[in-house]
């Protein structure tokens, strides 16, 4: 593909994707007014791939018997190149991570390269994956075959200012329950086993670990039951937490002395622990060089500028299921500005900010920019 051929089609591209925004964020703002969490997305798994059938894709509902996932495939080229969207929300916050916006800009990327797959050598397929907040829905993907094979995977995801390279933090998501045995807390406490008490130490247990670990080690969670009455001995008490570290291997050398804080607890109040993964852990990010270089120079001939060493770049280290998909393909996951601050991700702020002109704004640039990645390194690696 030479120089010419090549800028040919990302003109085109970028043209499909500014005639494309009305349409993109009328689905953004669907999105957003219909927050779904996790493995519970079924309008929003039916309303995204609806712009990619109407631009020819082939679509996949249900894809690899995941309900809320699909997959949709255009053009016949050799170098295939694979697009995430993301579209579950934050229990109680809403789209306070912008995946409404990830959505589409991943249908915006995808139709801009459909509009010359074929001329370009490409395939281009979008991948809609459920249950990224906590629900690991693309391991659960790739356990079934997904992303095998790609010559490029990638997304873009919404913060407070433009960072290119993700460095996420591996990390394991766990239910914990403790099962005592209720009991009249002022008539008969010595009949009482008492499981709010289990929580209470294995957190002050956290709490003194904490100066002993790595500093790139996490761990935070919640009670998600702490008991049903005040005048009755909780009989059970459950939580969800959370362990990060800079690695897998960091994680499972770390997570033995996490779970042996909870342990504690059990011990000192003869309550018995149940600790059970609520998915597979997530993995560190591998990105490509190349094609993250080649995001950087399109996304700046756009008009973004990239942060680094600020509080609002710390996003790049939120941890992300496409960290397992980088284990596994050539991948990107670039971090979009939406000019949100002082708002965070995972604020409610943030989600007032996943509507409006910067978010708008971040759409239009982002698809342009990974339409124009998918080109580039298609270009120089045929």
């Not at 010359?116 to 693309?138: H, I, M, R, S, W």
């Not at 499981?195 to 080690?217: E, K, W, Y």
Request: glycine residues 10%; hydrophobic residues 45%; proline residues 5%.
């Amino acid at each position: 593909m030479t120089a010419d051929v090549r800028e040919a089609y990302r003109s085109r591209a970028g043209a499909v994707v500014r005639r494309d925004m009305d349409a993109l964020v009328d689905l953004s703002e669907r999105l957003h007014a219909h927050p779904e969490t996790a493995w519970e997305e079924h309008r929003a798994a039916g309303w995204v791939p609806e712009p990619l059938a109407d631009a020819g894709f082939e679509v996949t509902p249900g894809y690899l018997g995941l309900e809320t996932s699909f997959h949709a495939t255009a053009g016949s080229g050799p170098f295939r190149v694979g697009i995430c969207a993301e579209y579950d929300a934050l229990p109680g916050l809403g789209h306070a991570c912008g995946h409404n916006l990830i959505s589409a800009i991943a249908v915006g990327a995808a139709r801009a390269l459909a509009a010359v797959a074929d001329e370009a050598g490409l395939t281009v397929e979008v991948y809609g994956t459920p249950a990224e907040e906590g629900g690991g829905g693309k391991i659960e993907m790739l356990d079934r075959g997904a992303f095998v094979g790609l010559d490029l995977a990638m997304m873009a995801h919404p913060a407070p200012v433009d960072v290119v390279e993700a460095e996420p933090f591996a990390v394991s998501h766990s239910h914990v329950e403790f099962t005592g045995r209720a009991a009249h807390a002022a008539a008969y406490p010595e009949d009482g086993i008492n499981a709010a008490d289990a929580f209470t130490i294995s957190q002050v247990a956290l709490g003194l670990l904490r100066q002993q670990l790595p500093a790139s080690v996490r761990v935070h969670g919640m009670m998600t039951n702490g008991g049903e009455a005040p005048n009755a001995i909780p009989a059970r008490t459950e939580g969800r937490w959370y362990v990060r570290a800079e690695s897998l291997e960091q994680l499972a050398e770390i997570e033995p002395r996490i779970w042996r804080c909870f342990e504690a607890g059990a011990l000192a109040t003869g309550c018995e622990l149940s600790v059970e993964a609520e998915s597979k852990p997530y993995a560190e990010f591998r990105a490509d060089a190349a094609a993250l270089e080649s995001y950087r120079r399109n996304a700046t001939a756009l008009g973004r500028t990239f942060e680094s060493g600020t509080r609002a770049a710390r996003m790049n280290r939120a941890s992300t299921d496409m960290g397992n998909v980088s284990q596994v393909v050539p991948a990107i996951h670039p971090y979009v500005g939406i000019n949100s601050l002082p708002a965070l991700n995972h604020q409610p702020e943030f989600a007032a900010r996943c509507v409006g002109a910067d978010a708008e704004a971040a759409v239009h640039d982002a698809a342009v920019a990974l339409a124009w990645t998918a080109l580039d390194t298609a270009g120089e690696r045929r």
